[in-house]
């Protein structure tokens, strides 16, 4: 059963898919004005960050619920994601080199895409559907991440719904989580 507020987005959703445009690559998003805070748009809180995880996103969740009740949490991964370009161990081995004695960045995480299709066996080309199964796969994280913190309502928690934004053609596919 769906909340209110998320089939209400949903239509909307649908209503923008035929004149929807691209949105602009990961280099662009600064010059395009995406910002990188929580921003009130429409009637609706967005919290955007790398690669649209959940734990980043955390702490504004809670504290926005607690002081203006939250209706409901939709977490919305993307098609053609930066994250879907790098994984946490090139990250981390960037910063080492800027950074070699910071011994916190060996455990640190990026939110790397990558690391959800395929986490035993790196490999550097993947098909379209490990890249389906990969963004799934982190939309099902997050919801589970969190439906488990202890400190986010439980009727928000159980209420919230998982989606990928296809860029190309506008469209919210539901993910099951």
Same mark, same amino acid.
């Given at each position: 059963?769906?909340?209110?507020?998320?089939?209400?987005?949903?239509?909307?959703?649908?209503?923008?898919?035929?004149?929807?445009?691209?949105?602009?690559?990961?280099?662009?998003?600064?010059?395009?004005?995406?910002?990188?805070?929580?921003?009130?748009?429409?009637?609706?809180?967005?919290?955007?960050?790398?690669?649209?995880?959940?734990?980043?996103?955390?702490?504004?969740?809670?504290?926005?619920?607690?002081?203006?009740?939250?209706?409901?949490?939709?977490?919305?991964?993307?098609?053609?994601?930066?994250?879907?370009?790098?994984?946490?161990?090139?990250?981390?081995?960037?910063?080492?080199?800027?950074?070699?004695?910071?011994?916190?960045?060996?455990?640190?995480?990026?939110?790397?895409?990558?690391?959800?299709?395929?986490?035993?066996?790196? +490999?550097?080309?993947?098909?379209?559907?490990?890249?389906?199964?990969?963004?799934?796969?982190?939309?099902?994280?997050?919801? +589970?991440?969190?439906?488990?913190?202890?400190?986010?309502? +439980?009727?928000?928690?159980?209420?919230?719904?998982?989606?990928?934004?296809?860029?190309?053609?506008?469209?919210?596919?539901?993910?099951?989580?």
């Amino acid at each position: 059963m769906q909340n209110s507020t998320v089939t209400e987005l949903l239509q909307r959703n649908k209503a923008i898919v035929a004149g929807h445009q691209a949105l602009p690559f990961f280099p662009e998003f600064k010059e395009a004005g995406v910002p990188p805070h929580p921003t009130f748009v429409d009637g609706v809180v967005v919290c955007r960050n790398v690669g649209g995880h959940i734990g980043p996103a955390m702490k504004d969740i809670i504290a926005l619920d607690a002081y203006v009740g939250l209706a409901t949490v939709m977490i919305i991964h993307h098609t053609d994601c930066g994250t879907l370009h790098f994984t946490d161990a090139i990250i981390r081995e960037k910063l080492i080199e800027r950074l070699p004695h910071q011994q916190e960045i060996d455990t640190m995480e990026f939110g790397s895409i990558k690391e959800c299709v395929i986490p035993s066996t790196f +490999k550097p080309q993947f098909t379209d559907s490990d890249i389906s199964i990969g963004l799934e796969q982190s939309v099902m994280e997050d919801l +589970k991440m969190l439906r488990e913190n202890p400190l986010v309502r +439980k009727d928000l928690a159980q209420g919230a719904t998982g989606y990928i934004f296809d860029i190309k053609t506008g469209v919210l596919s539901p993910v099951e989580g």
